[in-house]
């Protein structure tokens, strides 16, 4: 058994791995979302030197994966290159022999920094053994832009539902300055950047480089990325249709709100009216950031609070009734970076765009 790194090369012997321990025609490693996801950003934001995703290999045969993409980080203002681990995964038939252990501690020696989303109790216990590492939730918001249609997509009903469902599909009326549609972040958008990110405590540097590798070259989906001006400044959001199969009805999945609290709250009716104009019932949005999100709580957003008579689903595609009803990240960080202050996760940016959270489920 050795472990060693994946390239493109690898992607047939990867595929069958994942049809044998996962499922068939698993999303991840289809060949042009695998490429996007791992040869890209190592060669964008790593050094080029295919130290990203790892395998074991038994007699030229996967037994075992970590999928990791290079990604940049800030951490306190700094910029650090570090990964998000989207895949982990051991042949059934070798667990209990510690091999997936031994594929974490290889990634924790390659990136001082690693961020998961949706990980287990399990990968986060292991990585917790080796060094600090945090596990913490997400606040869900929401927004009701049709409330008959969107009383079809709750996993409960009755009067008390239609009522709150009326209640937030309540948005005050605010004017911006001026919106365009944005197919490629520019200089403009790097210079917002430069000047807003200094507000986050952890987060991925989200430079314009970044964001078009993230939402404008997305091989399976195609984003509305948007950037107000408002009295106040920039605002940027970034958000997706997703059709709900079996149904006419579709959801925005909002993936970023970059700026400052004022701006947000300025540009966000303009913003569910250009969602509403595509005809989505709901909007949500996942987010660690108190501020952004109590600058979408005074502008119409709602937190998800999941009550029996009110039971907002999380997953779409399909529409299932999920246990999770929120994400979880485990965020890793070394002992020669770790600080207390990491634990305020609510000043962390962390969002649904993050860390493979937002990609095909079939």
């Known amino acids: 058994m050795m472990i060693t790194n994946v390239g493109i090369q690898d992607i047939e012997a990867i595929k069958h791995f994942f049809d044998k321990v996962v499922r068939s025609d698993y999303p991840t490693v289809r060949e042009n979302y695998f ?4 040869i890209e950003t190592d060669r964008i934001f790593g050094e080029g030197n295919n130290k990203g995703p790892i395998m074991l290999v038994d007699n030229d045969e996967v037994k075992g994966v970590a999928l990791v993409s290079k990604t940049p980080f800030l951490l306190h203002n700094q910029r650090l290159v570090g990964g998000c681990n989207h895949e982990w995964y051991v042949d059934p038939e070798l667990i209990g022999r510690g091999l997936g252990y031994q594929l974490l ?11 998961a989303g949706g990980q287990s109790l399990y990968y986060t216990n292991l990585m917790g053994r080796s060094r600090k590492t945090h ?7 929401y927004t009701v832009l049709n409330v008959t249609d969107a009383e079809e997509l709750l996993l409960s009903s009755g009067p008390p539902t239609k009522s709150y469902l009326e209640l ?6 605010r004017n911006v300055l001026s919106s365009r549609r944005v197919t490629c972040f520019d200089e403009i958008y790097d210079q917002f950047w430069l000047d807003t990110r200094d507000i986050y405590l952890i987060t991925i540097e989200r430079t314009a480089k970044y964001m078009n590798w993230r939402y404008i070259r997305h091989p399976s989906f195609k984003y509305d990325c948007w950037c107000f001006e408002t009295a106040t400044g920039l605002a940027y959001f970034v958000w997706r249709c997703e059709k709900v199969p079996g149904t006419s009805l579709s959801v925005a999945r909002i993936c970023e709100v970059i700026g400052d609290p004022a701006s947000i709250s300025s540009a966000y009716s303009t913003a569910c009216n250009e969602m509403r104009a595509t005809g989505v019932v709901i909007a949500d949005f996942f987010c660690t950031y108190a501020q952004t999100n109590m600058a979408l709580a005074e502008s119409g957003m709602h937190y998800v609070i999941t009550q029996p008579e009110f039971d907002l689903p999380r997953l779409y595609s399909p529409l299932s009734d999920d246990p999770r009803k929120t994400i979880n990240w485990s965020l890793s960080i070394s002992d020669k970076l770790f600080k207390m202050d990491h634990r305020n996760y609510s000043q962390c940016y962390f969002t649904k765009g993050d860390s493979n959270q937002d990609r095909p489920n079939t």
């Open 35 to 38: 490429q996007w996801q791992f």
């Open 105 to 115: 501690q290889e990634l924790l020696e390659r990136n001082s920094i690693i961020l």
């Open 135 to 141: 596990w913490f939730e997400t606040p869900r918001l």
């Open 168 to 173: 937030c599909s309540i948005v005050p009326d």
